[in-house]
């Protein structure tokens, strides 16, 4: 039913516990932003709603523009998140697969930063190759993820739409994973070795569906409980704010569940995955059959390999596409 193994996955996360607080921290205090925000955008609504004649209107769409607010405020930091947050939980949990030492406390964190500015010298160039990888893999589980591939059962299709949906939603911490890849392999040309990752990730897709799907019901399934936990409490701290009980009491708590979700469930989700991706494809190579099917369904698989081929490392190593090593052992698709 799945390739990965919880106990190992909870001792993974212990070992990197310093970096679980820490994202904890950063989510929390994202949190308590959106908060903070949304609070006051609704006493300002309320205030004004009282001069025109309705505070609780003026309020709730006071609430609703701060909470637009924090969100942009988020959409901006999202490059940091990446860098600072998820890259370096990634590092350390990838020298820890690997039977390494890494250190305690706040010197796990420095150390992760330094291993990810090794690989991928500045924030802009992570970014870059995540939201290339993150292209490719929509191209491709589109392309590939139809119920009717997966489930080839007679009228099936009514529910597709739907439950394609829930595939793609599964699938969430596929580019985090690929990053991983990056990182064990200590490449000096991420985007090259991202098109390899994706290669693997393809010629293996079926195997990861499986594990994702799974992992997607568990991860959910935690997000929901914590938001019915947090609910009732947060729906008395918005009733400190004037005029914002209702809908923004919803809305708050959604927020706190994702922010929990960020720092604590996601993180188990993503080490599941890393697991996966390393036992199923330890020892292949990419397949060029597979290459060419994600240069036909992707336009930015193929800028990976433009920007590869551009890319200035610090051994100036030679690209390396799946065509080069097909003499190689390959994993064939079935």
Not at 25 to 44: E, K
Not at 97 to 104: A, E, F, H, N, S
Not at 283 to 297: T, Y
Request: charged share 15%; no cysteine; proline share 4%.
């Amino acid at each position: 039913m799945k390739d990965f193994e919880v106990g190992t996955i909870i001792g993974l996360l212990r070992r990197t516990a310093p970096f679980l607080i820490f994202r904890f921290l950063i989510y929390f205090g994202i949190t308590l932003g959106y908060v903070i925000i949304t609070g006051a955008g609704a006493g300002v609504g309320y205030g004004a709603g009282a001069v025109f004649g309705d505070s609780a209107v003026g309020g709730t769409y006071g609430g609703l523009i701060g909470f637009g607010l924090a969100s942009g405020i988020m959409y901006f930091l999202r490059e940091y998140l990446l860098y600072m947050v998820k890259a370096g939980h990634i590092a350390v949990l990838v020298e820890v697969m690997d039977g390494g030492d890494i250190p305690d406390g706040r010197g796990q964190i420095d150390y992760a930063q330094s291993v990810v500015k090794e690989r991928f010298a500045e924030s802009s160039v992570l970014f870059g190759v995540d939201q290339l990888i993150k292209g490719v893999l929509k191209s491709f589980n589109r392309a590939f993820f139809t119920l009717a591939a997966i489930l080839p059962i007679p009228g099936i299709e009514a529910v597709a739409k739907f439950l394609n949906t829930v595939i793609r939603l599964s699938l969430t911490y596929l580019d985090e994973v690929i990053l991983a890849y990056n990182i064990r392999t200590r490449s000096d040309n991420p985007w090259a070795s991202s098109r390899s990752a994706l290669i693997l990730y393809a010629q293996n897709y079926q195997v990861f569906l499986k594990n994702a799907a799974f992992l997607a019901l568990i991860i959910w399934f935690l997000t929901f409980i914590v938001f019915l936990i947090i609910l009732a409490p947060v729906a008395g701290l918005v009733a400190l704010f004037p005029g914002t009980a209702g809908p923004l009491t919803f809305v708050i708590a959604l927020v706190f569940a994702w922010g929990i979700k960020q720092a604590v469930i996601e993180p188990f989700g993503m080490t599941a995955l890393m697991q996966v991706f390393f036992k199923v494809t330890e020892g292949q190579q990419p397949n060029p059959e597979w290459e060419q099917k994600l240069d036909s369904v992707s336009d930015k698989f193929e800028e990976l390999k433009v920007k590869a081929s551009q890319w200035v490392g610090k051994n100036d190593a030679p690209v390396k596409t799946a065509e080069a090593t097909a003499g190689k052992d390959t994993q064939m698709p079935e």
